[in-house]
């Protein structure tokens, strides 16, 4: 039985997540200098996730203005 090509992706795990696991935020924390070292791993701080957004099309406007 075969998939459709809808269902197959390349790559699923390079899709951005909006959820971070503990060990990623306390990572991200520690980049942007906002984790303290002895600080505790519950209650973590909020870690904004970027989301790559790809450019839609422009749409080609037709010239009606003539009639």
């Given at each position: ?10 790559s ?35 870690v ?20």
């Open positions: 039985m075969s998939l459709d090509k809808s269902l197959k992706s390349k699923s795990l390079t899709r951005a997540r909006n959820v971070l696991k503990r060990a990623e935020r306390i990572e991200k924390l520690k980049f942007e200098d906002r984790w303290v070292e002895g600080q505790g791993a519950l209650g973590l701080p909020k904004r996730v970027e989301k790559v957004s790809i450019g839609k099309k422009k749409k080609k406007k037709k010239d009606d203005d003539e009639d």
